[in-house]
C-alpha cells in the first residue's frame, strides 16, 4: 500500500493566520492527491483534487501544490469556517489511502 | 445536483454481515463515474473500503481480507456494500460517494451512517 504522512496532526491558529499543511507519499503518485475538509459531525468535502485543482464553489483562499512526492495544502487568510480537520488522499493506486487527518484548532 | 443517502441496518451482532445501501438521486448510476464505500471509527480518521463501476467491476482493500462485497443495482440507481464476519473493529461511519474517474477523486458524499458493532 501507498502509505501518506501528514503533517502536522494538529495545528493551533488564528483567524487570518496563513496555514500549510503537508503529505508525503510513500512512493510516486504523479498528480493523484486530494484534499478533503470534514467538519464534526458531517462528511468530508473536496477542496482540492489532482493536487492544484480548486473544487467548484471552493474559496480560492485554499491552494495546493507538489514538488515530487510532497503535497502542500495551503489556506491563506484563515477564516472561522475553516477550522476542521484535513486529509490528504492519494488516487494513483488501490487501495486508496488517506493520510492521518490535520485538525486545525483555534488559538 | 446529486445526492448520496445511505441506509441499512445500525446496529450488527458480531460474526454477522453489515449491510449498507447508497441510494443515488440526481445522476445516473450508470453514468461515467465509480461509486465508492469509507469509513471512519468513532474519532479517527478515514479508511478507503472499495468502488464499484456500473459494470459491476471492482476494487477493494485488501486490509479487509475478502470481507467485502460490493455491488450495484442499476435499475434502483443504487449501489451496495456487505462486509462479513464484523467485530467491535467495524464500528464506523460508513460514507457511500461518487468518484470522478478522471482522477479518482470523490466529489460528492452521502451524509454518512454509524454501524455499531455489538451484542
Known amino acids: 500500500d501507498i502509505q501518506m504522512a501528514q503533517s502536522p496532526s494538529s495545528l493551533s491558529t488564528s483567524v487570518g493566520d496563513r496555514v500549510t499543511i503537508t503529505c508525503r507519499a510513500s512512493?510516486?503518485?504523479?498528480?493523484?492527491l486530494n484534499w478533503y475538509q470534514q467538519k464534526p459531525g458531517k462528511a468530508p468535502k473536496l477542496l482540492i483534487y489532482?493536487?492544484?485543482n480548486l473544487q467548484s464553489g471552493v474559496p480560492s483562499r485554499f491552494s495546493g501544490s507538489a514538488s515530487g512526492t510532497d503535497f502542500t495544502l495551503t489556506i491563506t487568510s484563515l477564516q472561522p469556517e475553516d477550522f476542521a480537520t484535513y486529509y490528504c488522499q492519494q488516487s494513483y493506486r488501490t487501495p486508496r489511502t488517506f493520510g492521518q487527518g490535520t485538525k486545525l484548532e483555534i488559538k | 445536483q446529486v445526492q448520496l443517502q445511505e441506509s441499512g441496518s445500525g446496529l450488527v451482532k458480531p460474526s454477522g454481515t453489515l449491510s449498507l445501501t447508497c441510494g443515488v438521486s440526481?445522476?445516473?448510476?450508470?453514468?461515467?463515474?465509480?461509486w465508492s464505500w469509507v469509513r471512519q471509527p468513532p474519532g479517527k480518521g478515514l479508511e478507503w473500503i472499495g468502488e464499484i463501476y456500473h459494470s459491476g467491476s471492482t476494487n477493494d482493500n485488501p486490509s479487509l481480507k475478502s470481507r467485502v462485497t460490493i455491488s450495484v443495482d442499476k435499475s434502483k440507481n443504487q449501489f451496495s456494500l456487505r462486509l462479513a464476519s464484523v467485530t467491535a473493529a467495524d464500528t464506523a461511519i460508513y460514507y457511500c460517494?461518487?468518484?470522478?474517474?478522471?482522477?479518482?477523486?470523490?466529489?460528492?458524499w452521502g451524509q454518512g451512517i454509524l454501524v455499531t458493532v455489538s451484542s
Open positions: 440526481g445522476g445516473s448510476i450508470s453514468n461515467d463515474n465509480w
Open positions: 512512493q510516486y503518485i504523479s498528480s493523484y
Open positions: 489532482a493536487a492544484s
Open positions: 460517494a461518487r468518484v470522478q474517474y478522471s482522477g479518482w477523486y470523490a466529489d460528492y
